[in-house]
């Protein structure tokens, strides 16, 4: 009978033991005789971790409900952005269409001012894989958040640093009296690598990341390894396009969210009192739009900043990814959603991977 649609969830994160509970689209889903992967598939093939990883606008979400559909999978939303409330069309989060089709999970899990963690996020994946396992179905890890990704397939030991509310006012003293720009010199002189990450202006991650090296003397951005992967045998591939249309996509999807009302949803999250200098309200979009409210800048500069700055985020994305041997790489320049699904298929057939005509 698979699910049945129930009340809108107001938890943070889906409750997995026995009564699982699917969370997408805003919609609460129950189990109720959830069809087992190995019931499709007659026990034939193994159920394990497949990630789908690759730069923003290069076609993760389209190809991953592709393989889907073949595999009998859900997705686990690895998009730090698509876990906030509020906020779709920056995002650019699944549409509700797409989210009827295929089960989402981790997206609208959070209101735009909780400060949501990568430890936070691992152990919510972590949850909701193992459930999905449990359950004999098929999970993928689908997104662009390098780090959300390797926490959850290696396991990473995230440094553990309780908020220190003295720490973080001194610090805010401190960016109000020489400028954000000031607290972000100083963790770029401890952890350059999370300082070349964050804006400047997103002074709680900066400060957060200034925050783990004081306590553990260990930048953020070098967890260390818990000893051994906790899915050792997930399956990664990566998505990538040439430059030039991965650019164009990047530009055409700037273009098509002005069109969708991106002007509208930063107006009114900061009528709900999400001011520009919350984490959510710093991502892509958000910032620059936010800036052309207050009068910044105009809007040609906003939507001309948000694409340059959007190609720089694909370019980073990238250079993390590619670092990682582990990650198949699928060339998708021309190849449809459902091609690049079946290469995918290809790679997992191979390992003996369930599948679901």
């Known amino acids: 009978m698979g699910f049945k649609q129930g009340e809108p969830s107001t938890n943070d994160a889906p409750d997995t033991p026995n009564g699982f509970l699917a969370v997408w689209g805003g919609l609460c889903y129950t189990q109720e005789s959830m069809p087992r992967v190995d019931n499709v ?12 990883v690759g730069p923003t606008a290069a076609g993760k979400t389209a190809a991953a409900i592709e393989l889907a559909r073949h595999i009998d999978a859900e997705i686990i939303s690895a998009d730090s952005m698509a876990i906030y ?44 894989i193992d459930g999905l396992l449990g359950a004999g179905r098929q999970p993928l890890l689908v997104g662009g958040t390098g780090l959300y990704i390797r926490a959850v397939i290696d396991g990473l030991d995230i440094p553990p640093a309780r908020p220190d509310p003295e720490f973080r006012e001194r610090m805010g003293k401190l960016a109000a009296v020489e400028g954000k720009a000031r607290v972000h010199e100083m963790l770029a002189e401890v952890d ?17 990341a200034l925050e783990v090296y004081e306590q553990t003397g260990k930048p953020m951005s070098a967890p260390r390894e818990a000893g051994m992967a906790r899915y050792p045998d997930a399956v990664q591939f990566g998505i990538t396009i040439e430059r030039k249309d991965l650019y ?13 009302g991106l002007v509208q949803e930063v107006a009114d999250l900061l009528d709900r009192g999400y001011g520009p200098d919350l984490s959510a309200t710093q991502g892509l ?5 936010a800036a052309y409210i207050k009068g910044e800048c105009s809007l040609e500069d906003a939507v001309s900043l948000l694409k340059q700055s959007t190609r720089r985020f694909a370019k980073r994305q ?17 190849l449809t959603p459902a091609e690049v699904a079946d290469r995918m298929l290809e790679g997992l057939w191979g390992l003996d991977t369930p599948r679901h005509n």
């Open 85 to 128: 409330r509020g906020m779709n069309i920056g995002t650019a989060k699944p549409t509700q269409e797409e989210q009827r089709t295929t089960r989402f999970h981790l997206i609208d899990i959070a209101d735009p001012d909780r400060f949501y963690t990568v430890a936070d996020f691992q152990k919510d994946a972590v949850r909701t």
């Open 41 to 52: 598939t007659a026990g034939r093939g193994k159920i394990r971790l497949v990630a789908i």
């Open 318 to 334: 990238l250079t993390w990814f590619r670092a990682d041997e582990r990650v198949q790489w699928i060339d998708a320049s021309r």
């Open 248 to 260: 164009r996509r990047i530009e055409q999807r700037v273009d098509d969210q002005m069109r969708q």
């Open 192 to 208: 350059p690598v999370s300082a070349a990450r964050l804006h400047p202006n997103d002074l709680k991650r900066v400060v957060r």
């Open 285 to 289: 979009g958000y910032k620059e739009i």
